[in-house]
């Protein structure tokens, strides 16, 4: 017998393919990195245009999205994007140990390793949350989107514990055994996951064949819709505020307040916990909330936004008040928010998805994951970039940091803005049925 809904077992299933996803991803960006930079001796800028690449070629997601609604089903497209995945994840681990002895030959392998590890990315994950928002219960997507989220997050800590101690001691042999093995359990979790839910769930609106059209008319279909174009620029704002901070927060506490390698790690611990703390926030309150989750997820987005505004602030004004600030609380709390309003943004992006003309949720959902990788891509660089040129004009270390810090602050705050009109225009339209394949936006 079919079911109505996912139940909380069903989301935490599905949330297991993000922990598979992540998983894979944190060994290619995080420990292949890593090796190129120590142990090979090569420059840092390689690695890095190696991550962009993974993260440009999910411009494609759309396309992905588009394929799944035409195709009419979505567990094939999670597991045919897991197993380019995990090939990519096991090529990418080839590529980097054949660097010791052929470094162009590496190179050349790791174009396509990372090539293919974006497309992974970009196939299972669009697809994984459009199955998960069609499949869960309106009043439990809230807790549904932090759920995945965090058990993406628990990949990335798992792996990275485990495999830590597997690399030790380092050898071009072990890494490639390491990797493949990581790659080869996440892909068979991923299948046992996803496996048979399609089926056994019903979705939350009734599905007719869609009709064939081309992915171009699909995706402008989908742009002129007000809600989603809007949404589009927001997740485009807030996730390039939240991916600005990552490469100068710990070294701010270095550069600035004095702090040892040691000390600024525990201070991204701090702030990585109130990331999660936020979430887990979201997740619940967001449940009980009920008939009122529209107005709980206006309020967790909007309020992170500015919540993070202002511990951006604090942190540009901290590097001028010196140790009389208390930084460790700033981390967290700038944690704190960044978990708040991602949480929210998510879980927004799960009810949305269905808004608008039918067939087009792949488009829709593969629109915005776009819109995040391209963020996401863009945003550790620039900040990284505007801090040089900010230290360069002002000639001064808390300066530059404190310009980018408002900087980023005021990106928060158009944030909020946009976030605020989409609650508008979605408190307009509560009379018009969710799902309209008569209605041309």
């Not at 660097?99 to 090539?115: K, P, R, S, W």
């Not at 158009?414 to 976030?419: E, K």
Request: charged fraction near 10%; aromatic fraction near 8%; hydrophobic fraction near 60%.
């Amino acid at each position: 017998m079919t079911a109505r809904t996912l139940s909380w077992a069903g989301i935490v299933r599905l949330g297991l393919v993000q922990t598979a996803l992540g998983a894979i991803v944190v060994l290619t960006t995080s420990a292949l990195n890593r090796v190129m930079i120590v142990e090979l001796a090569l420059p840092a800028t390689l690695p890095g245009l190696l991550v962009a690449m993974h993260y440009a070629v999910q411009m494609m997601r759309p396309r992905m999205g588009y394929g799944s609604d035409m195709g009419g089903r979505r567990t094939p497209w999670i597991i045919g994007g897991m197993a380019v995945l995990a090939i990519g994840g096991t090529l990418a681990a080839v590529a980097t140990a054949w660097m010791a002895t052929d470094v162009t030959a590496g190179i050349a392998l790791a174009v396509v390793a990372f090539l293919l590890v974006g497309l992974g990315v970009g196939a299972a994950g669009t697809v994984l949350l459009v199955l998960l928002a069609s499949r869960t219960a309106p009043e439990r997507r809230p807790a549904a989107a932090s759920i995945v989220w965090i058990m993406m997050i628990a990949g990335f800590v798992v792996t990275t514990a485990v495999a830590s101690r597997l690399l030790d001691p380092y050898s071009p042999e072990r890494l490639v055994a390491v990797c493949a093995g990581v790659s080869a359990a996440a892909f068979v979790l991923a299948v046992i996951a996803v496996w048979g839910v399609e089926r056994s769930v019903a979705p939350q609106a009734i599905e007719r064949k869609p009709a064939k059209v081309p992915f171009r008319e699909a995706l402008a279909q989908v742009w002129a819709e007000p809600e989603a174009r809007r949404f589009t620029v927001f997740v485009f704002v807030s996730m390039l505020a939240y991916s600005a901070q990552d490469l100068i927060l710990e070294p701010f506490a270095g550069a600035v307040f004095g702090r040892t390698l040691g000390e600024s790690t525990r201070l991204a611990s701090l702030q990585h916990g109130g990331v999660l703390l936020g979430m887990i926030i979201v997740a619940i309150a967001g449940t009980a909330f009920g008939g009122h989750r529209v107005a709980a997820l206006k309020i967790f987005t909007i309020g992170g936004c500015l919540s993070a505004a202002t511990a951006m602030f604090g942190l540009a004004a901290a590097g001028f008040i010196g140790e009389a600030w208390p930084l460790a609380t700033s981390y967290f709390a700038l944690g704190l928010a960044n978990g708040v309003f991602a949480a929210g943004a998510i879980a927004t992006m799960m009810q949305l998805v269905s808004r608008g003309r039918e067939s087009r949720e792949g488009v829709r959902m593969g629109l915005w994951g776009a819109a995040q990788a391209i963020a996401f891509g863009l945003g550790g660089l620039l900040g990284a970039a505007a801090l040089d040129v900010a230290r360069l004009a002002l000639d001064s270390t808390v300066s530059g940091y404190a310009a980018v810090f408002i900087g980023d602050a005021i990106l928060f705050l158009i944030s909020a803005w946009l976030a605020l009109g989409i609650a508008r225009q979605r408190a307009a339209a509560m009379p018009i049925p969710a799902i309209s394949g008569a209605v041309e936006r």
